[in-house]
């Protein structure tokens, strides 16, 4: 969890439409305690149970190492850290951009931290940006795992399709937003020191998770990409600072973490590289991420390390692994195909 987003809270002002397809808002920027662009205008929603229903065309799409389906996150109702930003309702067969739908009207949406533009964030104006590339005026990667992406009158346009909110929401970077996702796993234990085995006589996993400030909800330690920094870099960094709470031990403490970090980070397998369903995506502005496993068979190294939340994390803990678990975003996808990777209960 990197940017430091959601602060308050000011009054915003309009702009232009961020998509020329979508047809603007006209009412005025509402009157919310959220400094932002926020602009709505009523659009003919769905049916609530048109919104789940996949229909059988739909669809899925194929990442490394993974199916991910059609993204559902990126249409919740309300944007994440708001009261009163409604997405438009976009059913599951209108997700596609190659499919018609006449009566989108998203709402426009840029949170008041990201338009006062602190380092971590791009211009309101994102013109003067060249995509599908890495800029190097900046450091920053705007290249897509997905492949190359649609750019319409310098907007870039999410590669999975409509989301119901044009803008940046509370994300920085137009078009991709990079992170890095460690997924540090261990052998559940007993006293003997022996696996504990689950009722299918497979050994049950434990993970890395931290619990977000933000929304409450359990996730990987990850965080964003800094510009120029290598994703190693930034996985040892977050795990560090999250769940270890590197960033108030003491330097003879952080040597020791660094060095067993260091090691261990070394060699991980990749489990994902991708577009992630995350609640904070826009029609212009999504989360990718790179999730790799980093495992320790033994418990030795990491999985013995006292964890303690730190930065951006309430709380951390080592979690049991099964298929009750629900996580932040898409995570829950990365720790099932980490689950068959390593051949644990599910
Ligand atoms: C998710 O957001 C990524 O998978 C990563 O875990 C996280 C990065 O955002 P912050 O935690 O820095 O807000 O999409």
Redesign the pocket.
Known sequence: ???K?GKPICFGSLRQSAVKSTRRASVPLSADRYCSTHTSRTCSAPPKHQINNKPSFVKEFSTTNNIMSLHVKARCEIYPRTKDVKRCPVPDDKVPWNVDFLEYAPVEFTSATVLSQPEWADPVDPSGIEFNCIDKSNNVDRRSYEGDFAVIDGYPRNPRGRTGVTGRGSLGRWGPNH?A?PIVTRWKRDDKNSKVLAHDGKPILQFVAVQ?R?CGEW??P???VNPGENRTATLMREFGEEALNSLEATDEQKIRINKVLFDFFQAGHTIYRGY?D?PRNTDNVW?E?K?INFHDESGKGVGAFNLHAGD?AADVQWMDIDSSLKL??S?IDFIRSTVDHLKAHW
């Open positions: 969890m990197g940017h987003i992170a996702d977000r933000d996730a990987l990850g965080g964003m992630v995350d989360m991420t999730a951006d932040y975003a995570h």
